[in-house]
């Protein structure tokens, strides 16, 4: 089945909320940056994983935002999201204050594709960031929430949440994309296997102030059993066991993933 259409309208998935799943068609303008010449090809072989087209319209990404993209790391959404934005938008990659110099030389070496970029960013101690407050459009974070979990100091996720909150725009959007760890699972699980519960991304969420939106599967995958030798990593593209067992890995692809969307309230 076409994994647009896999995301499913499915009361029964999401009956304790109310929040029904939604399909939402790839725009033009994310179409044709995820064709540019400019993208790497290691990214666009993980394409059939990440599914950025679908993952974009479902957050409702487009190019006139102002963008936020927390912990941009690699840069495999930057190379789509800053040229989506070009001349139209703004993108802005949130780091912590100690990744701020390496994140702009990174979006620097790479200017001839990304375009026009800034980096703002957010002290985990006090979650004070230089983003101006009701500045950005959508904010967006892929696989990075569990590593909030994963802090020695239990309210660093509060307070990232909360700095998404006081970015956004009345009515702007959070959309997150993290590995799902499923309810049934040890919590404990959250700080040493990268997977996260659903309902720990909701509650930061809500308690930030933010209303739950909608949620896709888009970015699931049932062939995870979320219980690996080396949690999440020992999945591609990391394979932190290097080749035990590789072919295995390898078959199961890259992580279940949640794709969860909330809004500021206007």
Known sequence: MNRLLATLTCLAAFGATGVVAQSVAPSSDIAAVLKSPTRTPANIARD???HPAETLAFFGVKPTQTIVEFLPSGGWYTEILAPLVQGRGAYV???PTAQADRTRKAFADKAASYGTTKVATIDFKTGASSIPAGSADVV?????AHNL???DDPAVAR???AAFYAALKPGGVLGVVDHRLPEEMDTAREK???YIKRSTIVRLAQQAGFTLAGESRINANPKDTHDHPEGVWTLPPTYRLKDVDRAKYAAIGESDRLTIKFVKAR
């Open 48 to 50: 059939r994983f990440r």
């Open 93 to 95: 990659g949130l780091v």
């Open 140 to 144: 967006l974070t892929f696989r990075n």
């Open 149 to 151: 979990l994963m802090q």
């Open 159 to 161: 307070r990232v949440f």
């Open 192 to 194: 040493t296997s990268g």
